[in-house]
C-alpha cells in the first residue's frame, strides 16, 4: 500500500506546481492577446474565475458582512490595476521580460514597509538586506530593459511602454499584498478571496474602454488560455496558497515564489522561441539574485503570493 504524503509534503508540491503554472501563464496570455485585447482578455479571465470561486464557497458566502465588501473592494482595486498594467504591457514586450519585471513585486513590499501607515500590525521596518536586494534588482531592471551602448542622458527614454507598464504592475500587486496582509486577518479566507475577485471583475468592466476598441476572436488557444488563468491560475491558485502557507515556513514559500520567473523564461525560450542576449541574461540574473536577496533574509514582511 503506497505511503501517504504528510501536509507539509503535500503543500510543497501543490504550491510548487501553483508557481510553474504562474509561470506558465506569461506564455498562454502572450499567446493568446493575438485574439483578444488585453484588457478584455482579464474581464473574461476574472469574470471566470469569480464565477469558480462562487461555486467553490458558495456554502461560506451567506453572511458578509459590510467590513468585508469594504475590504473585498480595496484589495480587488489593487489586484485589478496590477493585472490591467500587467497585461497591457505584456502585449508590448516579451513573457521572459514581463516576468522577471512583475517579480520585483517582492523587492517592492519590503521597501513600501519604510513607511510606518503602509506596515501591517507587528511587522517590523525592513532590513539592509532589502536596500541590496532593491539595488541589484533595480540594476538588472536598466540592463534587461534599456538597449546596449545606451548613455545615461537617453538611460530612461529606450526603456519601452511595455517594461513601464508592466514595472507599474509590480507596484499595483506589491499593493495588493500589503491591503491584504491588512485585513486577511479579520474576515474569512473564503469571503476575501471571493469577494476581491468580484471586485476586480467589477472595476475591470468599468475600465475596459480605457484601453481602447476591444476585439474578441473565438479561437482554441483563447479558450485554453482563458480556461488556464482562471480556473488553475487565479481560482484553484487562491485555494492552494491559503491552505498550503499553514504548513510551510515563510522562506521557504518565498524560495518557491522566486522560482516563477525561471519558469516563465524557461517556457518562453522553448514555446516562444523568446532568446535574452548577454546584456539581458546579466540584467536577468541580477532581478533574480535581488528578489532571492531579499526573500532568503525577510524582515518578516508579508511573503509575496501574487497571482499572475
Known amino acids: 500500500m503506497?505511503?501517504?504524503l504528510s501536509p507539509t509534503a503535500l503543500a510543497y508540491l501543490l504550491l510548487l506546481a501553483v508557481v510553474?503554472?504562474?509561470g506558465a501563464t506569461f506564455v498562454l496570455i502572450k499567446d493568446a492577446l493575438q485574439d483578444a485585447s488585453p484588457l478584455l482578455f482579464n474581464l473574461l479571465r476574472m469574470a471566470l474565475a469569480f464565477v469558480a470561486l462562487v461555486i467553490i464557497n458558495h456554502r461560506q458566502l451567506g453572511s458578509i458582512k459590510r467590513q468585508s465588501?469594504?475590504?473585498?473592494l480595496i484589495v480587488g482595486l489593487f489586484l485589478a490595476a496590477g493585472y490591467q498594467f500587467q497585461t497591457a504591457g505584456l502585449a508590448r514586450t516579451t513573457a521572459a521580460k514581463s516576468a522577471l519585471i512583475t517579480g520585483l513585486v517582492v523587492v517592492f513590499v519590503p521597501l513600501f514597509t519604510i513607511f510606518p501607515t503602509l506596515r501591517p500590525s507587528g511587522t517590523p521596518p525592513p532590513r539592509w538586506t532589502s536596500a541590496l536586494g532593491a539595488i541589484l534588482a533595480f540594476s538588472g531592471l536598466?540592463?534587461?530593459t534599456t538597449p546596449a551602448g545606451t548613455s545615461w542622458q537617453n538611460l530612461f527614454s529606450t526603456v519601452g511602454l511595455g517594461d513601464i507598464l508592466t514595472l507599474f504592475c509590480a507596484v499595483a500587486f506589491a499593493a495588493h499584498l500589503l491591503s491584504l496582509a491588512h485585513v486577511s486577518k479579520a474576515i474569512p479566507t473564503a469571503h476575501l478571496a471571493t469577494l476581491q475577485i468580484g471586485s476586480a471583475a467589477l472595476l475591470m468592466t468599468i475600465t475596459l474602454?480605457?484601453?481602447g476598441r476591444p476585439h474578441l476572436t473565438l479561437t482554441p488557444r483563447l479558450f485554453v488560455a482563458l480556461a488556464i488563468t482562471s480556473i488553475l491560475a487565479t481560482a484553484v491558485a487562491f485555494t492552494i496558497q491559503s491552505w498550503a502557507q499553514q504548513y510551510l515556513p515563510p522562506t521557504h514559500t518565498a524560495i518557491l515564489l522566486s522560482l516563477e520567473p525561471v519558469f516563465a523564461c524557461i517556457t518562453s525560450f522553448l514555446v516562444l522561441h523568446e532568446h535574452l542576449g548577454r546584456r539581458s541574461l546579466f540584467g536577468?540574473?541580477?532581478i533574480l539574485i535581488g528578489i532571492v536577496t531579499i526573500e532568503l533574509f525577510p524582515s518578516d514582511a508579508?511573503?509575496?503570493m501574487y497571482p499572475i
Do not use: C, K, M, N
Not at 465588501?69 to 473585498?72: A, D, V
Open 69 to 72: 465588501l469594504i475590504s473585498g
Open 209 to 211: 474602454p480605457l484601453g
Open 284 to 286: 536577468a540574473a541580477l
Open 20 to 22: 510553474v503554472i504562474w
Open 2 to 4: 503506497p505511503r501517504r
Open 142 to 144: 536598466l540592463l534587461l
Open 302 to 304: 508579508p511573503i509575496p
